[in-house]
């Protein structure tokens, strides 16, 4: 028998839940009819819903033993309930989704084909459009790829998406990352493994509305480069070297220029802009260590990344 473990990551998901529901136990439903040997669990993550969310997964778990849940004691975010989802799933396969349905679970089977012949450790999708996106979000994102690509040594793939079917090795591989910053998108290829990308282009949300924006967008990257590269430290010894390598210059062209012809009060102009300058670089490299800094002040704090408040009732002697 194998189990396959279906994570999914809700914040005030009311709408989209049933939706969901309806689709992932047709697609498995359809699964354990076609390979006799699996079954599913699913473990919905109510991330601090301030809806219904965690009233439906309660009924939802009533009626089907299947459905298993967490409720977090507020909104840790989405990375959060990723990372409970997987720390209690008890699958021999686990599957990360998005309740809204962006994440077609009709893909579900491609998957566990690519992961059972062994040739793959993990099956994910990846966009190639970007349909229905405000054309700065995507001229951003490609920017992102960009920078990140050329200054982490981690590669994160254009347009892959949180929606994966992993084997057991590779989930526990990515449990035993127990940062509290955590960037999945960096995670997931860190922990190495073949990955099958699987090309999809965009989904619109079933219901509700997503609760991305442009900064949250933006905080998000930085995270990123922060999480995955040190390339922004180095940028500032590098510039500081640049900048004491011309002030020797200047200074050694100064002391000649006043031997030679004298001196004369003049210069303030240029006085203040190298000053300005300099402070503005000085304050740069000071806040890009600030950044380091904070993310290892979190870290060492050594805080859960979750707090549960609830999960499902205990059901006597279902414990796999
Ligand atoms: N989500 C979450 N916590 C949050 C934000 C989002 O668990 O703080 C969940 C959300 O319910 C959904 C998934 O993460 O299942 C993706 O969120 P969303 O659809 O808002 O993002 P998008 O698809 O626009 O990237
Ligand atoms: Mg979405």
């Known amino acids: 028998m194998a189990l396959i473990s279906v994570i999914v990551p809700c914040y005030n998901e009311q709408e989209s839940i049933p939706l969901f529901y309806n689709e992932i136990t047709r697609v498995s439903d359809e699964m354990e009819n076609k390979y ?29 033993k299947r ?18 989802g997987l720390q209690n799933a008890r699958g021999d396969y686990v599957v990360i989704l998005d309740a809204d349905l962006q994440h077609p679970p009709k893909l579900i089977p491609q998957m566990y ?14 966009r190639i459009s970007r349909k229905g996106e405000p054309k700065v979000i995507s001229f951003f994102s490609g920017c992102f790829y960009k920078v990140i690509n050329s200054i ?50 965009n989904t619109e949300r079933a219901a509700g509305k997503s609760t991305w924006n442009f900064t949250k967008l933006l905080r998000y990257s930085l ?45 303030y102009p240029t006085i203040i802009c190298v000053v300005t300058l300099m402070g503005g670089l000085q304050l740069l490299c000071t806040g890009l260590i600030g950044q380091y800094l904070s993310k290892m002040y979190l870290e060492a704090k050594g805080r859960p990344i979750y707090i549960i408040k609830e999960t499902e009732p205990q059901q006597d002697g279902t414990e796999k």
Not at 36 to 53: A, C, V, W
């Open 152 to 201: 982490s040594q981690t590669k994160i793939v254009d347009g892959a998406q949180d929606f994966r079917f992993m084997t057991r090795q590779m989930v526990d591989a990515i449990l035993s990352l127990k940062e509290y910053n955590r960037f999945s998108k960096g995670i997931f290829s860190w922990v190495g493994f073949e990955t099958k990308y699987i090309e999809v282009e």
């Open 67 to 84: 459905v298993r849940y967490i409720s977090f004691s507020r909104n840790f975010g989405k990375e959060a309930a990723m990372y409970a």
């Open 113 to 126: 084909e690519y992961v059972k012949s062994g040739e793959y450790d993990c099956a994910a999708t990846r």
């Open 36 to 64: 006799e040997d699996l079954t599913f669990e699913y473990i919905f993550i109510n991330d601090g819903s301030s809806d219904n969310t965690l009233n439906i997964l309660r009924g939802m778990n009533a009626l089907d």
């Open 223 to 267: 995270e990123g480069i922060f999480e995955f590269s040190t390339v922004p430290l180095e940028v500032a010894s590098v510039l500081g070297i640049i900048f004491c390598f011309i002030a020797l210059i200047m200074m050694v062209g100064t002391i000649i220029k006043t031997l030679v012809f004298g001196e004369k009060v003049s210069g």
